[in-house]
Every structure is written in structure tokens, then in C-alpha cells.
């Protein structure tokens, strides 16, 4: 069993400022601008920069890309932040070896469990 050092939820609410717009085949993708612990400064943020296709999304609990025994994050674009554990599942894949399980936790290279636990 896993001790858990660094849990990766934390509760919100938190606002994401989310904009949409289309990749190479024509696939709707959403991408995370910013992140906010008021709405007020989401709304700041949106203000500031315009962007024709986003929206604040509210987020009441947030997943953070880091180690669950040491604390280390891997090398993802910021935020670091996500909207599910579905979300961060998908991100890690493309992190070499990084690795998450079926109970939600997710290990950095130095602490993946062994296959016989």
C-alpha cells in the first residue's frame, strides 16, 4: 500500500479560463488559459485578453500533476492544474515515465511501485 505524502486534489472552487478552437483534422479542443481562486479575477483575466471562443468554467475540485510520495511535478505545460483525474490521466501519458494507477495515484520515475504489489 501507498502512503500518500501529496494528495492531488485540493477543493476549490477554483475558476479556469477555458478557450475552444479546432487541431489539424478539425478535432473541437479546449485548452486552460488561466487558473484563479476568484471568479472576479477570471473575469480580470478575460477582460485583459479577449478571447472570442472562452469561458470561465467553475471547478470544484482540482487535480494537480505531482508525485503522491515525493512531490515532484513532471514536466507538463502550466498550469499543472486539471479539471478530473481523467484529464491528468491523459496529460501524463506523454510524460516518459511517469506513471498513474487505477486508484488514482500518480508516481514520478523514482517511485513507481513494483509490478508485485
Known amino acids: 500500500m501507498t502512503t500518500v505524502a501529496y494528495p492531488l486534489t485540493r477543493p476549490g472552487p477554483s475558476w479556469f479560463v ?8 478539425g478535432i473541437e479542443i479546449d485548452t486552460i488559459e488561466a487558473v484563479y481562486p476568484t ?3 477570471a473575469r480580470a483575466w478575460l477582460a485583459r485578453n479577449a478571447h472570442a471562443d472562452a469561458e470561465i468554467v467553475r471547478i470544484d475540485v482540482l487535480w ?3 508525485c503522491v510520495v515525493c ?3 513532471p514536466d507538463l505545460p502550466p498550469p499543472g492544474l486539471y479539471r478530473g483525474w481523467e484529464e491528468l490521466r491523459d496529460y501524463l501519458h ?7 494507477t487505477s486508484e488514482q495515484l500518480v508516481f514520478c520515475p523514482n517511485h513507481q511501485p ?3 504489489e
Open 18 to 25: 477555458v478557450s475552444y478552437g479546432e487541431d489539424l483534422i
Open 39 to 41: 471568479e472576479d479575477q
Open 64 to 66: 494537480s500533476a505531482h
Open 71 to 73: 512531490g515532484d511535478k
Open 94 to 100: 506523454s510524460e516518459p515515465g511517469w506513471g498513474c
Open 114 to 116: 513494483s509490478r508485485e
